[in-house]
């Protein structure tokens, strides 16, 4: 990264933080970012139907309105989610509604689905449809719904034709109500209506993976019960996890950390590694699990591997370690498999879930 990006990105950190993540939108837009680099082809990765040039995603959460997905690309990452998206625009939560933890490298929001609704994202997304690169589209049900499974099948339908996969996102701590939507009897339906709608796409596209995004907090006979229900109505995918409304007993921020709203950063890794762990022995392979949660570094990113994932997302990371933080977790990432004899990240997916089962998290039993 050059002397006047890093400069930038120091300044970013200086200011009220939903300024900076606007500031940062623009930066991908307009400034001229180089194409990243051609990814080492032992980074490749093959899960849900689909080749990835790399295992490091861009989170939901960051793109939250479809903007930037080819600039996000150009950072180095092998593919970039954006939303959560719901079918109308809808301001969130009121403000101040983000908070850094500088001394955790962690960051509390309640930002509660901010976007600005299917159709803007819509045509974003169409004007950059013949470039390449793998685009999931995360959705979601907006706050005064009244039939929420509507709005999540109103998603699928509406980005069919552009979207390289899906993530249903019921985990999210900042909508009230949403969490419900992970316990059996509504996760069923929820999934049921979900993917015959992209079946029903299918026919006129071709079939998106839908993958369901779960949150860590869920304990572990709920676990049992999303992925009794994942694997009955055929889902692709399981990312773990969201956001966290846990406060780890460690927090040195102890005024922010009374702040409510989703925790996530570095105070998130072991609780969401630990949940992707469990997750990864209860699923038997039956589908690939992406892990995300306080990635921020080549270690975590291959911790969360060893401990299930087969891909991983990051988002947060960004904010302490600016935009070069991608290639610095490639980088790591083939000196380790260099230094271990890998000629593919596959093998070592979940050896280490047991060993994660042992760790000790405040509140999951």
Same mark, same amino acid.
């Given at each position: 990264m050059s002397l006047l990006y890093r400069l930038?990105?120091?300044?970013?950190?200086?200011?009220?933080? &939903?300024?900076?993540?606007?500031f940062a939108i623009g930066a991908l837009k307009h400034l001229p970012f180089p194409a990243a680099k051609v990814d080492n082809p032992r980074l490749g990765v093959q899960a849900f139907g689909i080749d990835f040039p790399n295992p490091i995603g861009l989170a939901a959460g960051f793109d939250k309105n479809a903007e930037v997905a080819d600039g996000a690309? !150009?950072?180095?990452?092998?593919?970039?989610?954006?939303?959560?998206?719901t079918p109308l625009a809808q301001a969130g939560n009121p403000k101040p509604r983000v908070f850094r933890l500088l001394e955790d490298e962690g960051v509390i929001n309640r930002l509660g689905f901010n976007n600005e609704g299917h159709a803007p994202?819509?045509?974003?997304?169409?004007?950059? $449809?013949?470039? %390449?690169?793998?685009?999931?589209?995360?959705?979601? $049900?907006?706050?005064?719904?009244?039939?929420?499974?509507?709005?999540y099948v109103a998603g699928i339908r509406?980005?069919?034709?552009?979207?390289?996969?899906?993530?249903?996102?019921?985990?999210? %701590?900042?909508t009230p109500g949403l969490r419900d939507l992970q316990s059996e009897a509504a996760l069923d339906d929820l999934l049921a209506w979900s993917i015959h709608e992209r079946d029903e796409a299918a026919r006129k596209t071709s079939r998106k993976p839908v993958l369901l995004k779960i949150a860590p907090d869920l304990a572990l006979n709920a676990l049992d019960d999303v992925i009794k229900v994942a694997r009955k109505r055929g889902v692709d995918g399981i990312i773990v996890s969201n956001t966290t409304i846990r406060r780890p007993s460690n927090l040195r921020e102890k005024s922010l950390r009374l702040e409510t709203g989703g925790l996530?950063?570095?105070?998130?890794?072991?609780?969401?590694? !630990?949940?992707?762990?469990?997750?990864?022995?209860?699923?038997?392979?039956?589908? %690939?699990?992406?892990?995300?949660?306080?990635?921020?570094?080549? !270690?975590?990113?291959?911790?969360?591997? &060893? $401990?299930?994932?087969?891909?991983v997302q990051l988002y947060s990371g960004l904010i302490y370690h600016g935009p070069g933080l991608v290639a610095l977790i490639k980088t790591g990432?083939?000196? !380790?498999?260099?230094?271990?004899?890998?000629?593919?990240?596959?093998?070592?997916?979940?050896r280490a879930a047991e060993d994660?089962?042992?760790w000790p998290v405040e509140g999951l039993s």
């Open positions: 930038a990105f120091q300044a970013l950190r200086n200011i009220d933080t &939903e300024t900076a993540h606007g690309l !150009r950072l180095g990452f092998g593919f970039a989610e954006v939303g959560t998206l994202a819509l045509e974003r997304l169409k004007a950059r $449809a013949t470039r %390449p690169g793998i685009i999931g589209v995360n959705v979601g $049900a907006n706050k005064d719904s009244k039939d929420r499974v509507s709005d509406a980005f069919a034709g552009l979207a390289t996969y899906f993530t249903i996102n019921v985990s999210s %701590p900042n996530s950063g570095k105070p998130l890794f072991p609780l969401s590694t !630990r949940m992707l762990a469990e997750t990864f022995l209860r699923v038997e392979k039956q589908f %690939p699990l992406i892990g995300v949660g306080g990635v921020d570094s080549a !270690r975590a990113a291959f911790s969360k591997i &060893e $401990a299930g994932a087969s891909l990432l083939v000196e !380790r498999m260099t230094k271990e004899g890998l000629s593919s990240l596959s093998t070592v997916v979940g994660w089962l042992q």
